[in-house]
């Protein structure tokens, strides 16, 4: 198992006061579902957040990952890291079924990607990101109603209660380093980590 990709803890929720409500934030390797009114909050360079929501059920969940290997081809679906993307996504389909949703009623929005780390530029990590992303949700025959991808900056993403509404903000001038930081660290983390194959959906 990925020691570092687990449900957002309690320290991560806060009360927001710009939009008045409860709210969590989730970092690299955490994810998040509810039914409640929570508004889920993450930011993103390289990574991507997968926003999915049954809106019949009104259950929603978000994750946020970075496959942990820049060299992967686009049908390279079984290598580590799409192997890493895939637990990542059957994590938090699984949460989302517990609290009620049905697979062929979610919908998903997808965000990040961006080319963000110094360095990494060449090497396409956002795109490669945002493909297995794509890929992914195709496969499992989710339908992608809304996407806000790649480009060069960070964006930070706001998914509310309201009809799954996802409000993006894109950061276009960073004031520190704390983004590019936090990503930097996850991919070491991932880069030691072993993944642990048997998460079924159910």
């Known amino acids: 198992m990925y020691s570092d990709f687990n449900a957002s803890p309690e320290a991560n929720h806060y009360f927001d006061r710009y939009f008045n409500c409860n709210a969590v934030k989730i970092l690299p390797g955490e994810f998040y579902a509810t039914s409640n ?67 062929n009623q979610i919908v998903a929005k997808v965000f990040g990607g961006g080319n963000v780390m110094k360095g990494l530029i060449h090497n396409n990590v956002g795109q490669k990101n945002v493909d297995f992303a ?37 950061i276009k001038a960073l004031h520190n380093t704390t983004i590019l930081d936090r990503e930097s660290e996850y991919r070491i983390k991932l880069k030691n980590a072993s993944i642990d194959n048997s998460v079924d959906l159910f």
């Open 37 to 103: 009114n929570h508004l889920i909050v993450t930011v993103l360079g390289s990574c991507i957040a997968t926003c999915l929501f049954d809106p019949v059920n009104n259950v929603r969940g978000m994750n946020h990952f970075l496959l942990p290997r820049d060299d992967m081809e686009k049908s390279a679906l079984l290598c580590e890291s799409a192997r890493y993307g895939t637990y990542a996504m059957e994590l938090l389909i699984n949460e989302m079924l517990k609290l009620g949703a049905r697979k």
């Open 134 to 170: 794509f890929e992914y949700l195709k496969n499992e025959s989710i339908p992608i109603i809304a996407s806000d991808v790649l480009s060069d900056y960070p964006r930070k993403v706001y998914f509310f209660e309201e009809g799954g509404l996802v409000r993006v903000k894109k």
